[in-house]
């Protein structure tokens, strides 16, 4: 675990240093002298690598999953980020790194379609392994079963490893990458209160998005199109699951809808328009419910959209949602796993934002003084002028969000209907009367 630890911090260390060797600060007085010692030490650590990376990849591949396994992981990807590695052990570190990742992905979210479909498959919770106490455990609290404790291992292993994500992901070909994105998505909106972190997998998520539709356009085989599709397909519900969370905040929402309308891009867009214009719906107006479909199930047809492709917009291409979620009371809709936050994480918030209603109404059980009660009113006339304050801003905040849904709506509007009829519209009439009216409202805005 020691010698783990020396390794990593070494190679930090000297992935820092690197840019002074090219770009040196002016208040060095021998540019030189520094250089070279500086290129001593980071040659040294480079040197090292191609003996101390294939013994951290035998630590990744044993069946424990503990904090030497995560340092072991971050590592290699420090250093394939930062040094040159050897093709070799490039090809199967890197290999062993995505098994642990998406291995850990399914122990911990074995339900999701993300999963089930487009990972490892299914897997047995059994099988899992992982010390819930002692030095080596990632568990800041004892867990209750192998479930709970995967979440802890996944905690801290994407806490360990979101700086470097962006860069390790754009280094492999998109046919490996593409496994990730709707993880990466998922990810933003499961640690969406930790703003580092969502921030580096919102980054990840666009560079990604671009380099795999752009990937789309350059006509692949056609086995690794439909690969292609369903990560796309499984991305934009995830997408769309965060939209509709009241916890993420303007700047989040529109990083996500400028996603969405790249992705989009390469899919048929009867696949997923009702789904987006829901959980827009959904997100301005709590009484609507929004329901992540579970598809794209297997014999799904996620047409790539193209000019000598007809895509048809029959009710009967229309899939059926499914019905096996979650339904958390407090929330704008009903959340599958998939998007369906760990409350103990949240110091009692519930993913819509909003704290829990017990906490809420204890204060009402208790019997007051007359002069607490006094006290009370005059805190209450103070308050009463703050909350005007807040829903003034709270006013503000939603009428900036309109505007973002009604800019995207525009522009989703405009590229559906490119080369073909109105497939837009179309699909805006299968909507529920509330939902069609607030749809048109912000497009009439």
């Known amino acids: ?17 690197q840019p002074l060797i090219y770009k040196s600060p002016s208040s060095w007085q021998d540019l030189d002298a520094c250089r070279k010692i500086l290129s001593k030490i980071v040659g040294r650590v480079n040197a090292q690598l191609s003996s101390c990376l294939p013994c951290l990849d035998k630590i990744i591949q044993r069946s424990s999953y503990d904090r030497l396994s995560i340092i072991a992981a971050n590592t290699i990807l420090t250093a394939h980020n930062h040094f040159s590695i050897t093709t070799d052990q490039r090809v199967s570190q890197t290999a062993t790194v995505l098994s642990f990742w998406k291995l850990l992905f399914c122990f ?34 004892k867990p209750e079963n192998k479930t709970q404790c995967a979440k802890q291992v996944e905690k801290l292993f994407v806490f360990d490893i979101h700086g470097e994500v962006k860069r390790f992901l754009q280094s492999l070909p998109v046919e490996t990458s593409s496994y990730l994105l709707p993880v990466i998505a998922h990810y933003t909106g499961l640690f969406i209160e930790d703003t580092q972190i969502c921030k580096n997998m919102s980054e990840c998520l666009s560079c990604l998005s671009n380099k795999v539709v752009e990937y789309m356009c350059s006509g692949p085989p056609e086995e690794s199109k439909q690969c292609c599709l369903k990560c796309i397909h499984l991305t934009l519900k995830e997408l769309a699951a965060i939209i509709t969370m009241k916890s993420s ?65 029959s009710p009967d291409n229309v899939t059926d949602w499914d019905h096996d979620e979650h339904e958390i009371i407090g929330s704008p809709g009903k959340f599958p ?39 009370d009113e005059d805190e209450e006339d103070e308050d009463s002028n703050s909350d005007w304050d807040s829903w003034d801003e709270e006013d503000k905040g939603q009428s900036a969000l309109t505007n973002a849904f009604t800019e995207f709506l525009w522009k989703l509007k405009k590229f559906c209907n490119i080369g073909s009829s109105d497939i837009f519209s179309r699909e805006l009439q299968k909507l529920e009367e509330q939902e069609l009216r607030l749809i048109n409202e912000m497009l009439d805005a």
């Open 1 to 17: 675990m020691l010698h783990a630890l020396l390794l990593r911090d070494s190679i930090v260390h000297s992935a820092k240093l």
């Open 108 to 141: 911990t979210h074995p339900n999701t379609r993300i999963s089930k479909e487009l990972l490892q498959g299914s897997v047995d919770i059994r099988l899992f392994s992982s010390p819930f106490e002692g030095y080596l455990s990632c568990c800041l609290v």
């Open 249 to 313: 905040e303007l700047h989040l929402v529109q990083k996500v809808l400028d996603v969405y309308l790249v992705l989009c891009k390469a899919i048929n867009p009867v696949k997923h328009l009702r789904m987006i214009l829901i959980a827009i719906c959904s997100r301005i107006n709590e009484g609507i419910y929004f329901n992540i479909e579970h598809s794209p199930r297997p014999d799904d047809d996620l047409t790539l959209l193209s000019n000598d492709i007809p895509i048809s917009s």
């Open 337 to 375: 796993e998939s998007m369906t936050l760990n409350l103990s994480n949240n110091s009692g918030s519930l993913p819509s934002g909003r704290l829990s209603s017990l906490s809420q109404h204890s204060e009402g059980l208790r019997t007051k003084s007359p002069v607490q009660s006094d006290n």
